[in-house]
T-cell receptor, first 114, second 115 residues
Framework: KNQVEQSPQSLIILEGKNCTLQCNYTVSPFSNLRWYKQDTGRGPVSLTIMTFSENTKSNGRYTATLDADTKQSSLHITASQLSDSASYIC?????????????FGAGTQVVVTP | DAGVTQSPTHLIKTRGQQVTLRCSPKSGHDTVSWYQQALGQGPQFIFQYYEEEERQRGNFPDRFSGHQFPNYSSELNVNALLLGDSALYLCASIAYVRDRGETQYFGPGTRLLVL
């Protein structure tokens, strides 16, 4: 069973609207959680990274939250743009794997329509 | 992409052939991880190289092998290609930051199609 579950699997939103993506994880112990944006056929690009002590992190119109107690994270996209159409992947690092073996979610495919 | 380069960008092979993919990490990064990403799925960890040795390995058969060179660049080799090996292969360049853990930067990937 995947230790990182994302929802919804896909999402269609109108340009200018907001949306929120969810990530639940069971990875333990926990080191950090990242959200990546991946355009089709391209490598993932980091949006945010949060450690155990951080519960919110913003990067422009992207705001990530983390509740380490409930092991949940969300990524909120504000005033969506057509360029936000991509897959958004939640990635969790296990402190026991100290050298970069990450647990990936399957991603949420976001489509922004005019 | 952040300075990580991969080659080639696209590749078409037939079943049974062998393929070599290449990755140059971001300057100053000495650790490289390789991932396989099937269409519509998240990346799956293949293995990681540090100091020219395989440090960790995911659930991939021995047909998948790798190498890291003294300049930290890396190769991924896949033998006896299967149709199911068709995927985007991602290389991640890694540096370890005190108190924050590792920082990973992904390359643009190599799209492999096996016919």
């Amino acid at each position: 069973k995947n230790q990182v579950e994302q929802s919804p699997q896909s999402l269609i939103i109108l340009e200018g609207k907001n949306c929120t993506l969810q990530c639940n994880y069971t990875v333990s112990p926990f080191s950090n959680l990242r959200w990546y944006k991946q355009d089709t056929g391209r490598g993932p690009v980091s949006l945010t990274i949060m450690t155990f002590s951080e519960n919110t992190k913003s990067n422009g119109r992207y705001t990530a939250t983390l509740d380490a107690d409930t092991k949940q994270s969300s990524l909120h996209i504000t005033a969506s743009q057509l360029s936000d159409s991509a897959s958004y992947i939640c990635v969790v690092s296990n402190r026991a794997d100290s050298w970069g073996k990450l647990q990936f979610g399957a991603g949420t495919q976001v489509v922004v329509t005019p | 992409d952040a300075g990580v380069t991969q080659s080639p960008t696209h590749l078409i092979k037939t079943r049974g052939q062998q393929v070599t993919l290449r990755c140059s990490p971001k300057s100053g990064h000495d650790t490289v991880s390789w991932y396989q990403q099937a269409l519509g799925q998240g990346p799956q960890f293949i293995f990681q190289y540090y100091e020219e040795e395989e440090r960790q390995r995911g659930n991939f058969p021995d047909r998948f092998s790798g190498h890291q060179f003294p300049n930290y660049s890396s190769e991924l080799n896949v033998n006896a290609l299967l149709l199911g090996d068709s995927a985007l292969y991602l290389c991640a360049s890694i540096a370890y930051v005190r108190d924050r853990g590792e920082t990973q930067y992904f390359g643009p990937g190599t799209r492999l199609l096996v016919l």
